[in-house]
Structures are given as C-alpha cells and as structure tokens.
C-alpha cells in the first residue's frame, strides 16, 4: 500500500439495495491530497467519505478554478478492471495546465486510483450495466477573493455504484439542437474538463428538458452552424457507411470512449470523417434517410442512441427511434472488454488486482 495514510471509519455503511441510479451512493472512503507552492503535493491520505471543511474565501467558490475526470471500475467473475486511465490522466494535465493548475503524475493518478478501488472493491456492483463511478476531481483551496491563479490545491477522488446512467438504458434518447446558448469558442476551455464549462451549459439543458428533451446538441461558438457534441457526450453520425463526428480542435472534449469507438470502427470497417460539417447538413441527410443512426459517446452512458433531434421548433425522428445495429454492436463490442468478457487486442483493460495488504 503506498498512501498507508488510512483514516478508519467507526462504522462501515449499509450497500445499497436495489436501483442504483447515477451519484445517488458513494462508499465509504474518498482520497485527499494538498497541494502547496512549498511543499507540492503532500498530506496524502485515504479518509472517509464525507462533508470537508472549507474557508468561505477559498477562491474555487469565487472564481472556479476546477477540473474533474469521470472514468469507471468494471466488475467481472470477482476481477475488477479499469478501462486506459492513462487517457483520464493525460488528459486531466492537459486540463489542469489550461487551468494553470498543478500537474499530477500519470503513475500517480493510476495508483491513488487503483489503491481506493482496491480498498473499495466489495462496493462495486456487478449487475448486467452497473459499475464503480470514479470522479477525480481538483480545485483552488486557498483563502483569497482576489482574482489570481491560487497557491494552494486539494485533490479528491471519490467513488460512487452506478446503474445505468439514462433511465432509458440502451434505447434512444430525444436531443434538442442549441441554436441560441454556447459550449465553447476556439481559444476557450472547449476541451478542458473543468466545472466552470458545466455552469455555463445549464440554461441550455434546463431549457431542453422543458420541452421533453434529455441533453443538447450543441453547436459551434461562432456561427452556430456547425455540430459540435452533446451536453456530456461526443456525437457521431453514420450517413450511408461513413461516421461523421466533429473533430478535436480546441471546442470538443476529447473522449476516451470517443477514441475507443474511432478505433472499434475501423475494425468493423465502417469509414470515418472527422470533420466539420453543418447542422443544416444534418437537416437534409435526415430527410433523404441518408442519415442511418446517430448516438452519443461518454464514460457514464457507453454508447446512447440518438432517436430525435429537435431543431428550431421542428422534430427529426432517426432510425424510427430504435436502436441501429451499428450501435448496438460498438456498445456490446466496448462493454464487452471493459468487463473482461470479450478479448482486449488493443490493451485497453487494467485489471485492479486484490493485494490484501
Ligand atoms: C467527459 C465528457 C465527454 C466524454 O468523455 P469520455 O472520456 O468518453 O467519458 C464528452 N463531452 C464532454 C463535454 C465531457 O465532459
């Protein structure tokens, strides 16, 4: 054990019986970490899960200096896998550079992962869809309202059981096409996984949920023209035989399921374009029924088809609301191999291994 730091609770919690849903439990221990100028990172420690204490000037509640992660721990036969935390933890330095906040190594993030999923692997549930949220997440904790780039950082990583994360499971979902609110702009934080984003994108989201719809599709910062992705997902388009998904150039998270599923395609040899095209496009290839399926990529829902799109008052129905067979092969293809049932060729798995320590 390496953070041998552990803070032991009085009393282990009851697991949860029944429906999961998605951040309603969380286990019983999180880990915690400071950063100072001074002394780095340091005071490293697997605690209980619970409130933590902040000043009412730390300059995260003033000025959202935050970046998280989302990836999550599979359950299989008793072996528990991870799936390429190495993506998460690049792309948490690139986060946290743009936010000008302090790096964590790529071999440290994996085994303060690991060591608290390993200390927590009785919570990790294995019903058909379940498995262990793991949110990594880090935000400026020093006391100050001035506007600056803070000193002083904590670092926090809890886990949660999860089940499927829309209620509709594997079946579509209803997305409304943002013609009036933003996500992004080139030379913004687009890419960066940082809360403040988040903020930002309610309105929109609160808006499409009035009119039925789950999550929006979100288009370019500039001339709202061009498709850009999905509230917490990348959005891809099958069109005759060729994938369309935006490409990653400054406004679009970079996914890890995203480049999973790039990979998956070229097996599967459907072609893919990596451009940018327009909504109106959409529009017309929905109408000629050039437009096969459609469906959302992202650690929490796998794969989530896409059944309707709204857009300026009309609605597109796609694929008559059912799941495509390109769908629902990528999302048995990547479910597949992130809970050890299906052969890994490219790597991707990481088995947490049980050392009792
Ligand atoms: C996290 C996230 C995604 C999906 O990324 P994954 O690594 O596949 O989970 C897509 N878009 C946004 C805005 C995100 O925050």
Same mark, same amino acid.
């Given at each position: 054990?390496?953070?041998?730091?552990?803070?032991?609770?009085?009393?282990?919690?009851?697991?949860?019986?029944?429906?999961?849903?998605?951040?309603?439990?969380?286990?019983?221990?999180?880990?915690?970490?400071?950063?100072?100028?001074?002394?780095?990172?340091?005071?490293?420690?697997?605690?209980?899960?619970?409130?933590?204490?902040?000043?009412?000037?730390?300059?995260?509640?003033?000025?959202?200096?935050?970046?998280?992660?989302?990836?999550?721990?599979?359950?299989?036969?008793?072996?528990?896998?991870?799936?390429?935390?190495?993506?998460?933890?690049?792309?948490?330095?690139?986060?946290?550079?743009?936010?000008?906040?302090?790096?964590?190594?790529?071999?440290?993030?994996?085994?303060?992962?690991?060591?608290?999923?390993?200390?927590?692997?009785?919570?990790?549930?294995?019903?058909?869809?379940?498995?262990?949220?793991?949110?990594?997440?880090?935000?400026?904790?020093?006391?100050?309202?001035?506007?600056?780039?803070?000193?002083?950082?904590?670092?926090?990583?809890?886990?949660?059981?999860?089940?499927?994360?829309?209620?509709?499971?594997?079946?579509?979902?209803?997305?409304?096409?943002? /013609?009036?609110? &933003?996500?992004?702009?080139?030379? +913004?934080?687009?890419?960066?996984?940082? =809360?403040?984003?988040? %903020? @930002?994108?309610?309105?929109?989201?609160?808006?499409?949920?009035?009119?039925?719809?789950?999550?929006?599709?979100?288009?370019?910062?500039?001339?709202?023209?061009?498709?850009?992705?999905?509230?917490?997902?990348?959005?891809?388009?099958?069109?005759?035989?060729?994938?369309?998904?935006?490409?990653?150039?400054?406004?679009?998270?970079?996914?890890?399921?995203?480049?999973?599923?790039?990979?998956?395609?070229?097996?599967?040899?459907?072609?893919?374009?990596?451009?940018?095209?327009?909504? /109106?496009?959409? &529009?017309?290839?929905?109408?000629? +029924?050039?437009?096969?399926?459609?469906? =959302?990529?992202?650690? %929490? @829902?796998?794969?989530?088809?896409?059944?309707?799109?709204?857009?300026?008052?009309?609605?597109?129905?796609?694929?008559?609301?059912?799941?495509?067979?390109?769908?629902?092969?990528?999302?048995?293809?990547?479910?597949?191999?992130?809970?050890?049932?299906?052969?890994?060729?490219?790597?991707?798995?990481?088995?947490?291994?049980?050392?009792?320590?």
């Amino acid at each position: 054990m390496k953070y041998k730091f552990l803070i032991e609770r009085d009393k282990l919690k009851e697991k949860p019986q029944g429906e999961l849903g998605f951040g309603k439990y969380y286990t019983d221990y999180m880990f915690e970490m400071t950063y100072t100028e001074d002394e780095g990172w340091h005071d490293k420690k697997i605690r209980p899960y619970g409130p933590i204490e902040v000043d009412p000037s730390v300059m995260v509640l003033h000025y959202a200096q935050e970046t998280f992660e989302g990836l999550k721990a599979y359950k299989n036969d008793g072996k528990v896998y991870l799936f390429r935390p190495e993506m998460n933890a690049k792309r948490f330095q690139s986060s946290n550079e743009r936010m000008c906040m302090p790096k964590i190594d790529t071999e440290e993030f994996i085994n303060i992962i690991e060591e608290l999923v390993n200390l927590e692997r009785d919570w990790i549930p294995d019903s058909e869809g379940a498995s262990l949220y793991i949110r990594p997440f880090m935000f400026a904790s020093e006391k100050n309202i001035g506007v600056k780039v803070a000193n002083k950082y904590t670092f926090l990583v809890s886990l949660s059981p999860v089940g499927q994360y829309y209620k509709e499971g594997i079946n579509p979902v209803k997305i409304y096409v943002e /013609d009036k609110y &933003i996500r992004a702009a080139q030379g +913004g934080t687009g890419f960066v996984k940082c =809360g403040g984003n988040y %903020a @930002a994108s309610l309105i929109a989201q609160q808006r499409a949920e009035e009119m039925g719809y789950t999550q929006v599709l979100w288009l370019d910062g500039k001339e709202r023209k061009y498709v850009e992705e999905v509230g917490s997902m990348n959005a891809m388009f099958l069109i005759d035989d060729t994938i369309y998904t935006a490409p990653i150039d400054g406004t679009v998270l970079p996914g890890v399921t995203r480049d999973s599923v790039i990979k998956l395609l070229d097996e599967f040899d459907v072609k893919l374009k990596e451009e940018h095209f327009t909504i /109106d496009f959409l &529009i017309d290839m929905i109408e000629e +029924g050039r437009l096969k399926e459609a469906f =959302g990529t992202g650690t %929490a @829902a796998v794969i989530s088809p896409i059944g309707e799109l709204g857009y300026k008052g009309n609605s597109y129905i796609i694929n008559e609301f059912k799941t495509g067979d390109l769908t629902k092969k990528l999302y048995d293809r990547l479910t597949g191999i992130q809970y050890g049932r299906l052969e890994d060729k490219y790597g991707w798995r990481r088995e947490v291994k049980n050392d009792h320590c």
